[in-house]
């Protein structure tokens, strides 16, 4: 039986779950670029609880690396990956679908569903 792996933080943490979800996306024909993952409130309008989870675009950061967001509103490590892997998406699509297109076509092929 292998030890538990434990991580001193949340960041740490996140960062080795998308070296885990990223073969999941291959499988399914997404290209994952390196990204960054923070926890964090992501940016925008509204209430700070409103968005869980954000994606930057590579094109917006100075060293070219997609930034992710997942806020720490959520602790739930389901809702926490759930969230992680729609950004992730995001980051594979580049951020150019929104939510339909070839974002939608990864979500449902990975076993996410529309809200």
């Not at 933080?9 to 990204?35: F, I, M, N, S």
């Not at 759930?82 to 990864?106: C, P, V, Y």
Request: proline content about 7%.
């Amino acid at each position: 039986m292998t030890a538990p792996t434990y991580h001193l933080t949340r960041e740490a943490w996140l960062t080795a779950a998308v070296k885990a979800l990223t073969p999941d996306l291959q499988a399914v024909g997404a290209h994952v670029p390196p990204v960054r993952v923070s926890v964090g409130f992501p940016g925008g309008r509204g209430r700070k609880n409103a968005v869980i989870g954000q994606c930057w675009a590579a094109e917006a950061a100075t060293d070219g690396v997609a930034q992710v967001f997942v806020s720490p509103t959520i602790v739930e490590p389901v809702q926490v990956l759930a969230t992680l892997l729609h950004e992730l998406i995001h980051a594979a699509d580049g951020n150019k679908s929104g939510h339909r297109g070839q974002f939608a076509r990864i979500a449902r092929a990975v076993g996410l569903q529309a809200p």
